[in-house]
């Protein structure tokens, strides 16, 4: 009787802690830092996003000095239900909120690449792991990129120690590289600051 009584006991107390790790997962989608479906999750986009039309190109405007963060525009990049707002990759490689082509005057380098080029490598061949840091200053294996001051927001949820990566070159912004988050699939403009 004492044995099965142990028995009993020990697959109650397995019972509660699967149920309670199961409760925090749901918990944990509703902050908004589990994928959702046909977003994130580890999926890599086999590509970056398409350069802009052609006829959608012109000189871009003045901009304002790239340390002072614009305010954000009003617009919405949840494209689904339950997507996240802010920019963004579906599962099936599109590239949703890089449609604002070579105009948006927030992206304008008046010194592209002042800190060189990025050179550990671009797309799906090429997943990095985040070493520290944050959206001012982030690094891994001895890179060190900027987020665009304004897109700070779109980065919140991104842990800075452990999120897989992946660099894809801006083809519309010359100096800017788009960061990927794996497990998100979120993405924001970055600017390389240099290596070790």
Known sequence: MKKLSGVVCVSLMLSVCAWAQRGGEKGQEKGGSAPVKGVGGGHIPAHGPAPSKPQQRAAPQHAAPQHEA?????????????????????????WVGHDQGPNDARLHMDHPWEHGRFSGGFGPGHVFHLEGGGPSRFWFGGFYFSVAPFEIAYCDGWLWNSDQ???????????????????????VHVEYLGNG
């Open 165 to 187: 990566i992946v660099i894809y070159e801006d083809p519309d912004h010359p100096g800017w590289y788009l960061a990927y988050n794996a497990r998100l699939g979120t993405y």
């Open 70 to 94: 614009p305010a954000p525009a009003s617009r919405s990049f949840a494209d689904k239900k339950g997507h996240p707002e802010a920019p963004h990759v579906h599962t099936n490689d599109k």
